[in-house]
């Protein structure tokens, strides 16, 4: 990785977040148009989806956001950059990306994709991945945790979570922010053990028993997985094998990571996001939901934070409005009889 590279790119994503903010009316537009391509392609949650170019970024989603959370604030929890290198082989040159999470914290002023404006205060997970070519964003991965958002509004759409609600901290050594250089050798190493995770454990499952999988080869005994809403966090490995990981592969057995060319890694924190980065067939009950044996993809975005070659926490997004959509569920359909 070229570290002096991957600094200007963290600079360039960090100074459009903060010119973001600070732009008022016509200015978003400039400040757009000053970072991103004018050809850049940006994925979001459903509905909102797919935009090409930063007028339409501006106008299909900043705006939008703007409107209904007026003084709405970015905070970050964890900031890193960094080169994938490429697909599972391994073969295909790598693009240099930069990515972020944490929470826009706002108030809620504004109805916002017809969910209703509490007027209360709330913090809104996102996370973000922004892939850089010759100073520009050319491309962006982006997701918000829509039902996180209706729980806290007052709706509830998805079923008792089995784990925690509206658990999604900073790290525990509040480390994430990586604005300096991380050591190189560090960073490689990061990189290829998530590789390992991802490609060799998660992709094991023998779709009989958990242990297939190797988690707790991977996994502290007290890691602290902070999923979306409508699942929870779990805060133990036995929390997320009870709460979490068994109801999934239940539902989903033959699940399968894809290939992802945004996995990257600096000091000891990796992310990568995935549309369509995991495919399964829903044959199981998942959430209420009774199989419909379609095949599925998942839309998510993961960061993870390794010590001691143990994974000791987790921040997980899946689209879940995407998901159900792919069930023939309308989460905001469900939405409307409690709005009203």
């Known amino acids: 990785m070229n570290s002096e590279q991957n600094q200007q790119?963290?600079?360039?994503?960090?100074?459009?977040?903060?010119?973001?903010?600070?732009?008022?009316?016509?200015?978003?537009?400039?400040?757009?148009?000053?970072?991103?391509?004018?050809?850049?392609?940006?994925?979001?949650?459903?509905?909102?989806?797919?935009?090409?170019?930063?007028?339409?970024?501006?106008?299909?989603?900043?705006?939008?956001?703007?409107?209904?959370?007026?003084?709405?604030?970015?905070?970050?929890?964890?900031?890193?950059?960094?080169?994938?290198?490429?697909?599972?082989?391994?073969?295909?040159?790598?693009?240099?990306?930069?990515?972020?999470?944490?929470?826009?914290?706002?108030?809620?002023?504004?109805?916002?994709?017809?969910?209703?404006?509490?007027?209360?205060?709330?913090?809104?997970?996102?996370?973000?991945?922004?892939?850089?070519?010759?100073?520009?964003?050319?491309?962006?991965?982006?997701?918000?945790?829509?039902?996180?958002?209706?729980?806290?509004?007052?709706?509830?759409?998805?079923?008792?979570?089995?784990?925690?609600?509206?658990?999604?901290?900073?790290?525990?050594?509040?480390?994430?922010?990586?604005?300096?250089?991380?050591?190189?050798?560090?960073?490689?190493?990061?990189?290829?053990?998530?590789?390992?995770?991802?490609?060799d454990a998660l992709n094991s499952y023998d779709q009989s028993e958990l242990k297939s999988m190797g988690i707790a080869d991977y996994f502290h005994p007290n890691i602290h997985w902070y999923g979306p809403g409508g699942i929870g966090a779990c805060l133990s490995l036995q929390e997320f094998e009870d709460n979490h990981q068994r109801h999934w592969l239940h539902a989903y057995p033959d699940r399968q990571v894809q290939d992802l060319d945004a996995l990257i890694a600096e000091g000891s924190y990796s992310g990568g996001p995935g549309w369509a980065g995991v495919k399964a067939t829903h044959t199981g009950d998942y959430l209420d939901c009774s199989a419909t044996n379609k095949s599925i993809e998942f839309n998510g975005i993961d960061f993870w934070k390794l010590e001691n070659d143990q994974y000791i926490e987790n921040w997980v997004f899946v689209d879940m409005v995407h998901l159900f959509r792919q069930f023939g569920i309308d989460l905001f359909e469900r939405l409307r009889p409690q709005s009203r």
């Open 9 to 199: 790119n963290k600079q360039l994503v960090w100074d459009f977040w903060q010119a973001l903010e600070a732009a008022g009316g016509q200015t978003v537009d400039s400040a757009a148009r000053q970072y991103m391509h004018e050809e850049s392609a940006w994925h979001g949650p459903d509905p909102i989806n797919h935009l090409r170019g930063p007028e339409a970024f501006v106008s299909g989603f900043w705006q939008p956001l703007l409107d209904s959370f007026p003084d709405l604030k970015r905070q970050c929890h964890i900031f890193i950059g960094g080169k994938s290198n490429g697909r599972i082989d391994g073969l295909q040159d790598g693009h240099m990306w930069v990515s972020g999470t944490g929470y826009f914290n706002a108030t809620f002023a504004n109805d916002y994709l017809t969910i209703p404006a509490s007027k209360n205060r709330v913090s809104i997970r996102w996370g973000e991945f922004c892939r850089i070519e010759q100073d520009k964003i050319v491309e962006t991965y982006f997701l918000l945790d829509l039902i996180d958002l209706m729980q806290q509004a007052g709706f509830q759409v998805l079923p008792p979570s089995r784990g925690v609600d509206g658990l999604y901290p900073p790290p525990r050594a509040n480390d994430g922010i990586l604005l300096e250089a991380q050591d190189e050798r560090t960073s490689a190493h990061t990189l290829e053990h998530i590789r390992r995770f991802i490609f």
